[in-house]
């Protein structure tokens, strides 16, 4: 088995770095030979994060972004921080179709795709601290795959 | 993301291509919004086959516009979805409000 390994970005909350923090995680997350649908999985899941942090963690302001990711045995966990608002609510901001910015023509589904797409998403918020949502999905190889490991 | 917009009344035909996310939501949802002020559009194609990446933010993106269709008592169609945006169009159920048609039957149409 190979090595833990552990990456960290720290980029400006602009929504360009969207791309750029899902292409990095998705990369990261290659060592593990996952599917392509896997792959999409995960940059899904860390755009969803990204932006949340951009748009309600920030509300558009500047501030940073950490995102954490680490590969142990076949788990990738990873962590979206930013040190914004916090979040008041996070049983209400779970709830799928819930938005709190109506205005911005929101969606409300992002935690609910994080939640479809990974196994685990944990969020840890602290008004005017902060959030974190921390996402793991264990990256199964296919059934096929089985005899070449 | 690039945007190509061809106006061909009643309808507008839309079609995007690359990644639909947060970034890129701005600039389409204005984009299609400025055509959308001619109120003789009733019938809103648009066109995915090219999309290689969407989130929660392009679920905002058509469901805005299809209320703004829907108001004006209008048609609004997903013409050729990639499987990459297919699989999050699903998960918050979109089809349920907005018809999505493969590309060639939308071709017949013309």
Redesign the interface.
């Known amino acids: 088995m190979e090595a833990a390994n552990q990456m960290r970005l720290i980029i400006p909350s602009l ?2 770095n ?2 750029l923090a ?1 292409v990095t995680v998705g990369a990261f997350a290659a060592r593990l030979n996952p599917t392509l ?1 896997q792959v ?1 999985d995960i ?2 899941a860390v ?2 994060a990204v ?1 949340n942090a ?2 309600h963690g920030y509300e558009g302001s500047e501030g940073n972004i950490t995102v954490y990711a680490a590969v142990e045995g076949r788990r990738l966990t990873v962590e979206v921080i930013d040190y914004g608002k916090g979040i008041a609510d996070i049983a209400e901001a779970r709830q799928p179709f819930y938005t709190s910015r109506p205005d ?4 409300g ?2 935690f ?2 994080m939640e ?1 797409l990974m196994d685990k998403v944990t969020i840890l918020s602290q008004k005017d601290q902060g959030t974190c949502v921390r996402m793991e999905k264990e990256i199964l190889p296919p059934p096929s795959a089985g005899q070449e490991g | 993301m690039t945007i190509e917009i061809k106006k061909e009344l009643p309808a507008l035909q839309v079609h995007l291509a690359g ?1 639909l ?3 890129a939501a ?1 600039s389409i ?1 204005e984009a299609i919004d400025k055509q959308l002020m001619d109120k003789r559009i009733t019938a809103l194609y648009v066109h995915m086959p090219e999309v290689s ?5 392009g ?3 058509l ?2 516009r299809y209320k703004i269709m829907s108001q004006r008592h209008g048609d609004m169609y997903l013409v050729g979805v990639s499987p ?1 945006a297919d ?2 169009l699903r ?2 159920a979109v089809y349920d409000r907005i018809a999505s048609i493969p590309a060639e039957q939308e071709k017949r149409r013309k």
């Open positions: 929504s360009e969207e791309a899902r649908e999409s940059k899904t755009s969803e932006t951009i748009i911005l023509e929101r969606s589904m992002g609910t795709v479809t | 990644e996310d947060h970034h701005e949802r990446f969407m989130d929660s933010a679920i905002g993106v469901l805005g990459a699989r999050i998960m918050a």
